[in-house]
């Protein structure tokens, strides 16, 4: 079964650029069907749905980022990527890669990782 | 933006009794386009229903979903043990796909 992990650095200086990696296990990234997603959830509160980026590279950026946000992915590897640029406290969250089944028209996410907090601060 | 209001905020309830969360949305949405995941404490969450009303794959049928158009919910029959946890509704009926706040069901 597919399996997704997250890894990056847990401490970030504002201003300064958040980079995240999730590796995918199980199967293979580089097909059609799923979206690669990334989710975060700020301390105590909801959930946030930050983008997705497809396998041929094809993006969604959620508008709220205010073109912060960037997406990769790297088929060779079976990896996904996040950046998030000119951070605050603000990011600071734990953040979730995860995948959105998308059968039959359905947009859920099915598969997550465990997460990885990230704080921003000097 | 659609918006999603779940209520109530928490709910206390015991073992064995029935739980019933709502979700409302802002706007319509076609084709039932809602989810509901639970989240227990430092895990991420786990999806329970899509399309309002379909169990995900080990869901046991203990939880159900239901509703259309604007107003959702999420029915747990006979409360477990491993129930209580933070349950959250999205939808995927727009751009952005959004998030509710959640509610918590804890202990009475």
């Known amino acids: 079964q597919v399996q997704l992990q997250e890894s990056g650095p847990g401490l970030v200086k504002p201003s300064e650029t958040l980079s995240l990696t999730c590796t995918v296990s199980g199967g293979p990234i580089g097909r059609s069907g799923p979206y690669w997603t990334w989710i975060r959830q700020l301390p105590g509160k909801g959930l946030e749905f930050l983008g997705y980026?497809?396998?041929?590279?094809?993006?969604y950026y959620n508008p709220s980022l205010h073109s912060r946000v960037t997406m990769s992915v790297d088929t060779s590897k079976n990896i996904f990527s996040l950046k998030l640029t000119s951070v605050t406290a603000s990011d600071t969250a734990v953040y979730y890669c995860a995948r959105t089944k998308t059968d039959n028209g359905i947009r859920v996410f099915d598969v997550w990782g465990q997460g990885t907090m990230v704080t921003v601060s000097s | 933006e659609i918006l999603l209001t779940q209520s109530p905020g928490t709910l206390s309830l015991s073992p064995g009794q029935r739980a019933t969360l709502s979700c409302r949305a802002s706007?319509?949405?076609?084709?039932?386009?809602l989810v509901w995941y639970q989240q227990k404490p430092g895990q991420a969450p786990r999806l329970l229903i899509y399309?309002?009303?379909t169990r995900a794959t080990d869901i046991p049928d203990r939880f159900s979903g239901s509703g259309s158009g604007t107003d959702f919910t999420l029915t747990i029959s006979r409360l477990e043990p491993e129930d209580f946890a933070v349950y959250y509704c999205?939808?995927?009926?727009?751009?952005?796909?959004?998030f509710g706040q959640g509610t918590t069901v804890e202990i009475k």
């Open positions: 399309g309002a009303s």
């Open positions: 980026i497809y396998y041929s590279g094809t993006t």
């Open positions: 706007q319509s949405l076609s084709n039932s386009q």
């Open positions: 999205q939808h995927y009926g727009g751009s952005p796909w959004t």
